[in-house]
C-alpha cells in the first residue's frame, strides 16, 4: 500500500525486554522522524533523518536506537524498556522539498 | 522543551459556530503550521504559514501568523461535527531539517 505505514499497531512488553517498532514508507522521502505522545505533552522529537545512514538526535532520545539502512524505512528500538516509555509512537516523512509531514497510524506501546 | 503553547487545551462549539484557536511559541521561526488528529489516529497537515506570511486561508481554515508577538491563530469557520478533533500547531525554527515543535494540543468538539 502506499503511504506510511507502522507496525506492529498494538504491543505489550515487559521491563526489560528489546521491542522494535517498524516505520515504512512508499514515497521515497528523505526525511523520517520518530515521536511519541504521552498526555500532557503533546509530541516530542525522539530521533530523525535527513538520509539512509544519516540520523540525529531530537529532544527525548534517551533510552532509544535507529538505523536507517534503506530509504525507506526508519525502525525505532528500545533496547531495554521501561515503564515510562509507555506511549503512542508516531512515524513521520517528508520530501526534501516540502516542510509538511506525513505521519504513521501510530503504535501503542505498554511497558508492564 | 515544548516551543508552542495553545489556548485553550479544550473548546467545545455547537455546529456552524466558528472556532479559534491559539498558539504560542518561544523562538524564532522559519514556518509553523497546523496539524489535527481525529481520536486514535495519525496527525494530518492542514495548513502552512510562513515567518514572512501574516495571513492564510485554506477552505475553511483561517491561520493568522504575529512574529512579533511569536503567535498563530488557527479559525476553522462553520464548523461541522467532523471537525471535532485535537489540534496541534507546530513550529520549525530551519526548513533544512525539518524538525517540529509541537504545542501540546487544542481538543476541539463540535455538537450536531
Known amino acids: 500500500d502506499a503511504g506510511i505505514t507502522q507496525s506492529p499497531r498494538y504491543k505489550i512488553t515487559e521491563t526489560g525486554r528489546q521491542v522494535t517498532l517498524m516505520c515504512h514508507q512508499t514515497?521515497?522521502?528523505?526525511?523520517m522522524f520518530w515521536y511519541r505522545q504521552d498526555l500532557g505533552h503533546g509530541l516530542r522529537l525522539i530521533y530523525y533523518?535527513?538520509?539512509?545512514?544519516?540520523?540525529d538526535k531530537g529532544e527525548v532520545p534517551d533510552g532509544y536506537v535507529v538505523s536507517r539502512s534503506k530509504t525507506e524505512n526508519f525502525p525505532l528500538t528500545l533496547e531495554s524498556a521501561t515503564r515510562s516509555q509507555t506511549s503512542v509512537y508516531f512515524c513521520?516523512?517528508?520530501?526534501?522539498?516540502?516542510?509538511?509531514?506525513?505521519f504513521g497510524p501510530g503504535t501503542r506501546l505498554t511497558v508492564l | 522543551s515544548q516551543q508552542g503553547e495553545e489556548d485553550p487545551q479544550a473548546l467545545s462549539i455547537q455546529e456552524g459556530e466558528n472556532a479559534t484557536m491559539n498558539c504560542s511559541y518561544k523562538?524564532?521561526?522559519?514556518?509553523l503550521q497546523w496539524y489535527r488528529q481525529n481520536s486514535g489516529r495519525g496527525l494530518v497537515h492542514l495548513i502552512l504559514?510562513?515567518?514572512?506570511?501574516r495571513e492564510k486561508h485554506s477552505g475553511r481554515l483561517r491561520v493568522t501568523l504575529d512574529t512579533s508577538k511569536k503567535s498563530s491563530s488557527l479559525l476553522i469557520t462553520a464548523s461541522r461535527a467532523a471537525d471535532t478533533a485535537s489540534y496541534f500547531c507546530?513550529?520549525?525554527?530551519?526548513?533544512?531539517?525539518?524538525?517540529?515543535?509541537f504545542g501540546q494540543g487544542t481538543t476541539l468538539q463540535v455538537k450536531p
Open positions: 513521520a516523512s517528508k520530501g526534501g522539498d516540502t516542510d509538511t509531514q506525513y
Open positions: 514515497w521515497s522521502h528523505s526525511y
Open positions: 533523518s535527513a538520509a539512509a545512514d544519516i540520523t
Open positions: 523562538t524564532s521561526i522559519n514556518n
Open positions: 504559514i510562513r515567518s514572512n506570511e
Open positions: 507546530a513550529t520549525a525554527r530551519s526548513s533544512n531539517t525539518g524538525k517540529l515543535i
